[in-house]
């Protein structure tokens, strides 16, 4: 019974112990429980249906208002076919990045993803994008407006009214005052660009000419 007795005392030592440990650990339980939750929100699992990370969240709504921007110069340049619109379909699907594009085409009246462009049409998409984003770089900073734009090739996978079309936005830009950057081996852009840098390939070696263009 002596045994007995001992071995009960123990196990009731034990009992409050783990009894007192629990008391102190109780606020750290609920720091832990909060520290998880908030966790989970930022990496997009628990009960996020849409699996969207924090970060992506607040990329989306910024992709939103640069889509906005942007199909105000991409309607100018497909003369109005195209509209890009920011899509979460990625994201019910279980990837978590939730900044899926889809195009509306308004010859078909349907929409589409993006990879269906062609080269060029592509081209015209990921130009309209770039200034949506300065346009609202440009809101963002308060006034603070973009200078220079460079834009490298792609315009040789466009059809001479897409072409016109595209100048005909890249003018404007630079009529407002911007400076625009073209570099291109299409020869028709060089009646339409005043001033030029021609990197000329020699037998023994490249040089660079500076000209001015007639444009009419």
Same mark, same amino acid.
């Given at each position: 019974?002596?045994?007995?007795?001992?071995? %009960?005392?123990?196990?009731?030592?034990?009992?409050a112990e783990l009894t007192a440990h629990d008391e102190r650990s109780?606020?750290?339980? &609920?720091?832990?429980? !909060?520290?998880?939750?908030?966790?989970?929100?930022?990496?997009?699992? +628990? /009960?996020?249906?849409?699996?969207?990370?924090?970060?992506?969240?607040? *990329?989306?709504? #910024?992709?939103?208002?640069?889509?906005?921007?942007?199909?105000? =110069?991409?309607?100018?340049?497909?003369? $109005?076919?195209?509209?890009?619109?920011?899509? /979460?379909? #990625?994201?019910?699907?279980?990837?978590?990045? +939730?900044?899926? %594009?889809?195009?509306? &085409?308004?010859?078909? @009246?349907?929409? =589409?993803?993006?990879?269906?462009?062609?080269?060029?049409?592509?081209?015209?998409?990921?130009?309209?994008?770039?200034? $949506?984003? +300065? /346009?609202?770089?440009?809101?963002?900073? $308060?006034?603070? #407006?973009?200078?220079?734009?460079? !834009?490298?090739?792609?315009?040789?996978? *466009? /059809?001479? &009214?897409?072409?016109?079309?595209?100048? &005909?936005?890249?003018? @404007?830009?630079?009529? $407002?005052?911007?400076? !625009?950057?073209?570099v291109s081996h299409v020869p028709e852009l060089r009646a339409r660009?005043?001033?030029?840098?021609?990197?000329?390939?020699?037998?023994?070696?490249?040089?660079?000419?500076?000209?001015?263009?007639? !444009?009419?």
């Amino acid at each position: 019974m002596g045994e007995i007795r001992r071995a %009960l005392g123990s196990l009731q030592r034990i009992a409050a112990e783990l009894t007192a440990h629990d008391e102190r650990s109780a606020p750290l339980a &609920d720091e832990l429980a !909060v520290a998880t939750s908030l966790a989970s929100a930022v990496a997009g699992s +628990g /009960d996020n249906t849409m699996r969207m990370r924090l970060t992506a969240y607040v *990329l989306a709504a #910024r992709l939103e208002s640069v889509t906005a921007l942007a199909n105000e =110069r991409l309607q100018l340049m497909t003369d $109005g076919r195209y509209q890009l619109e920011h899509s /979460d379909e #990625r994201a019910a699907r279980g990837s978590k990045s +939730g900044l899926g %594009l889809r195009v509306r &085409d308004a010859w078909t @009246g349907t929409t =589409r993803d993006t990879a269906t462009l062609s080269g060029g049409e592509s081209f015209i998409a990921s130009l309209a994008l770039a200034l $949506g984003l +300065g /346009d609202a770089v440009l809101e963002a900073a $308060g006034g603070r #407006r973009l200078e220079t734009l460079l !834009v490298d090739e792609g315009f040789g996978s *466009l /059809d001479e &009214d897409s072409l016109e079309q595209v100048l &005909d936005v890249l003018d @404007g830009l630079r009529a $407002g005052g911007r400076n !625009v950057g073209i570099v291109s081996h299409v020869p028709e852009l060089r009646a339409r660009i005043p001033a030029q840098i021609r990197v000329c390939k020699t037998a023994h070696g490249s040089t660079v000419q500076v000209v001015t263009a007639d !444009v009419a």
